[in-house]
């Protein structure tokens, strides 16, 4: 079977209405998908309120204003229509108020009473009015407007007091003492001055002095480089070695000395013996008069002449030139 495109035009015009009619009514607040109880609040006034709005019940939302009509013709009230989506039981004695926010939108709050008879749908809530944001602020300042005044008409009549009860000397007085704080106020105005004058200078001289430091900062830096390649080398140097290495020695020195202050060794036996220094001693005598004598009388020892003379002359007995006496021995 073929459907015309009529056919589909008028059914998609039909969904498209319905769709259109349940948006509608979602927007408005309504759900027709869940049945819900609707209750009644007639207001002297709802400035503020729109339909759709929330219902609180203890901050809980429990249903939304579905609906809003005047009460007669000359306007003396507004019934608002309120639906319940939540299975909730009121007692009859509740009250509905309207409550707005500073930054947020009015809602229905219901207090909740104490009957032992609950609403049923249909029934009409008993409601409260509240004062607004300005009404609250206008009933906190009047009385701080009023003590304010109160406050300023004391003290009126306490400098009306004061003016009757000061004499002509007093009054000159007081004019004196104020001009005197007027130009002590001048005088140290006068000191404020001068003092900032002084700050000024140093500030210029302190500016002045970093000003340096800024364009030296690239020495400055040079230098705390150095210095810290210097502790570098310092800190990787080998100081426990080299000092290990100097004890070493110190003591290899300290037992040289033992041995030589000792008689155990040849050298410390050599400074310590007067014995062998004195036998030493007469060798180097002997040994300097042998040599003088070879060089005094060479005849003597070698005689390579043939028809020479042989020299008779007797052998020298001590060193030409002794460094141990005071006199010159023999030829």
Do not use: C, W
């Not at 019934?79 to 004695?93: A, C, D, G, H, Y």
């Not at 110190?250 to 041995?259: C, R």
Request: proline fraction near 3%.
């Amino acid at each position: 079977m073929k459907i015309s495109n009529e056919t589909k035009v008028g059914a998609l015009t039909a969904i498209a209405i319905v769709i259109l009619i349940l948006g509608f009514n979602f927007l408005k607040g309504r759900n027709l998908a869940d049945r819900s109880d609707k209750i009644y609040a007639e207001f002297p006034s709802v400035e503020g309120l729109q339909v759709s709005n929330p219902v609180f019940i203890k901050g809980l939302q429990v249903g939304k204003v579905y609906a809003m009509k005047e009460k007669d013709e000359n306007l003396s009230g507004v019934i608002v229509t309120i639906s319940l989506n939540k299975r909730v039981n009121i007692p009859k004695n509740s009250l509905a108020t309207i409550g707005s926010e500073l930054l947020g939108t009015s809602s229905v709050k219901i207090n909740m009473g104490n009957s032992p008879t609950y609403i049923q749908d249909g029934d009409t809530l008993s409601t409260m009015k509240t004062l607004g944001l300005a009404d609250k602020l206008q009933s906190s300042l009047d009385p701080t407007l009023a003590k304010v005044n109160k406050t300023l008409e004391s003290l009126d009549l306490v400098l009306h007091n004061l003016n009757s009860t000061l004499d002509p000397n007093t009054k000159n007085n007081l004019q004196s003492i104020i001009a005197n704080l007027t130009n002590s106020s001048k005088s140290l105005e006068k000191l404020l001055d001068a003092q900032t004058g002084m700050l000024a200078k140093t500030l210029a001289n302190t500016e002045s002095v970093t000003g340096n430091l800024a364009k030296n900062n690239d020495k400055i830096n040079a230098t705390v480089d150095n210095l810290e390649k210097a502790t570098g080398k310092l800190a990787n140097a080998k100081f426990d070695e080299a000092v290990a290495s100097l004890q070493s020695t110190m003591a290899k020195l300290e037992a040289t000395v033992d041995k030589v202050n000792s008689n155990q060794s040849s050298l410390g036996a050599l400074l310590n013996d007067r014995k062998l220094y004195d036998q030493l001693l007469q060798t180097n005598r002997s040994l300097t008069t042998l040599l003088d004598d070879l060089r005094m009388h060479p005849k003597r020892y070698v005689n390579i002449s043939v028809f020479g003379k042989k020299d008779k002359k007797g052998p020298l007995m001590s060193p030409i030139y002794d460094s141990t006496s005071t006199k010159q021995g023999n030829q």
